[in-house]
């Protein structure tokens, strides 16, 4: 062997071997903890990670099952995200070089979530993609949004972020709904109180969401869902801010409710109010329909009409 290629050979051999030897000889628990405390300290208080067993999944990867996060603000935990395995892999060279480059697969029943994340100086890239997802998998949705949402769904998302220039940030989502329901629920209206929602088709085949991100908006190209109790269609704007809640909206579309649906309404809601609305009824006798304002306090219209916030006559 000639010695200049002995002289690279010979030390990169000892480092894999040496890595090597470390990779085995780790103790899985104290990858465990390390996993959980972690994950915890990136949620903060208020959240519990919990995980059944750790295993070593090539050089730089573990593999992880019956992965759970619980909210324990109740004083009980209540399940929050679950996944019945998770594969983390880690670039190596990416990680020696200090922009590491994580890639995962997550099982979720049915569902299979895979993406890679990798991280840089300027910010982070991430491409995902997910087939038959089912937002009852997310537990969390529930809690927050009280409505029981089952779905069968699929999809690409990928993003670049600029954090020194975040509006130079751009990314894609496109996801096909193939199946969205609801099961009973009770919708929180605020001061209102609630209100009860049966079981809904609430949209089929057909339905989907296509988004662009650049220069500090979201681009909404189709917001539609189709097939169900539930029409809509909408496009327009959603304009980024550091806080979610702070995130502008300027959105323009129509909607229809089933037979179905308006048989649930009719009876409660103000007569006044429910015959100025279907005044408000157009081509195709679909009705117009515009959401603006921020996140936290949107301003939703049908033509002349408020309907979020509600506004009796």
Do not use: C
């Not at 529930?142 to 975040?166: C, F, N, W």
């Not at 929180?188 to 009860?196: A, D, K, T």
């Not at 296509?210 to 869902?225: C, E, N, T, V």
């Not at 169900?228 to 995130?247: M, N």
């Amino acid at each position: 062997m000639p010695k200049a290629l002995a002289t690279i050979l010979y030390p990169l051999l000892f480092i894999f071997s040496f890595l090597f030897f470390i990779y085995w000889m780790l103790p899985m628990s104290a990858i465990k903890s390390r996993i959980i405390g972690g994950v915890e300290s990136q949620l903060g208080p208020g959240f519990e990670i919990k995980i059944g067993e750790v295993k070593t999944s090539w050089l730089t990867g573990v593999k992880i099952t019956d992965f759970a996060i619980f909210n324990m603000e109740s004083g009980k935990a209540s399940p929050w995200l679950q996944a019945q395995s998770l594969k983390v892999h880690v670039g190596l060279f990416s990680l020696l070089f200090g922009s590491p480059k994580i890639s995962f697969d997550a099982k979720m029943d049915k569902a299979r979530v895979e993406g890679v994340l990798h991280k840089s100086d300027q910010g982070f890239s991430f491409e995902g993609s997910f087939n038959h997802f089912d937002l009852n998998q997310i537990p969390a949705l529930r809690a927050l949004s009280g409505l029981h949402l089952t779905s069968e769904m699929e999809g690409k998302i990928s993003v670049d972020y600029d954090a020194k220039q975040p509006l130079r940030t751009v990314g894609n989502i496109d996801v096909t709904i193939d199946r969205l329901m609801l099961k009973a629920s009770e919708l929180s209206l605020g001061e209102m109180g609630s209100f009860p929602l049966p079981d809904l088709d609430v949209s089929g085949a057909g339905s989907l969401v296509k988004a662009s991100i650049s220069k500090g908006a979201m681009q909404m190209d189709a917001l539609r869902l189709k097939g169900g109790d539930l029409t809509l269609e909408l496009t327009g704007k959603i304009f980024l801010a550091p806080v979610v809640s702070h995130y502008r909206m300027n959105l323009q579309g129509n909607f229809q409710f089933s037979q179905k649906l308006w048989g649930l309404l009719d009876p409660i809601l103000p007569g006044q109010w429910l015959e100025e609305l279907k005044k408000q009824k157009g081509a195709n006798d679909n009705f117009p329909l515009s959401i603006s304002g921020q996140f936290a306090s949107p301003q939703i219209y049908s033509g002349t009409v408020a309907i979020y916030p509600f506004k009796p006559f």
